[in-house]
Nanobody, 121 residues
Framework: EVQLVESGGGSVQAGGSLRVSCAVS????????MGWFRQAPGKEREGVAF????GSSRYADFVKGRFTVSKDNTLYLQMNSLKPEDTAIYYC??????????????????WGQGIQVTVSS
């Protein structure tokens, strides 16, 4: 069974930085999409960034220039210049790459349990 486990969340003041990590186990597809989503209270889960097995990445407009997704044996999301509106539960997700990756939660079959990121003003 595929497992994704997030770590590294927490609280930070606006303008600060955090890095969240996602340990992925028992996922054997060599062509993959791995991404980060977030869900704020009362809002739908939205795509933040993804990286594919070719090393290509894509970001939502609201994090471009501030967040960076990367992967070695672990999936990371480096978050800089954080804003209070970045406060949310952050989820990592993974799936096989069938044609192309999209920032669409319907494209991801495997999910972590989520981790809280809180940015105070």
């Amino acid at each position: 069974e595929v497992q994704l486990v997030e770590s590294g969340g927490g609280s930070v003041q606006a303008g600060g930085s955090l890095r969240v990590s996602c340990a992925v186990s028992r996922f054997y597809d060599v062509r993959y999409c791995m991404g980060w989503f977030r869900q704020a209270p009362g809002k739908e889960r939205e795509g933040v960034a993804f990286i594919d097995s070719y090393g290509s990445s894509r970001y939502a407009d609201f994090v471009k220039g501030r967040f960076t997704v990367s992967k070695d044996n672990t999936l990371y999301l480096q978050m800089n210049s954080l804003k209070p509106e970045d406060t949310a539960i952050y989820y990592c997700a993974a799936d096989a790459l069938w044609s192309r990756c999209r920032l669409d939660r319907r494209d991801f079959a495997y999910w972590g349990q989520g981790i809280q990121v809180t940015v105070s003003s």
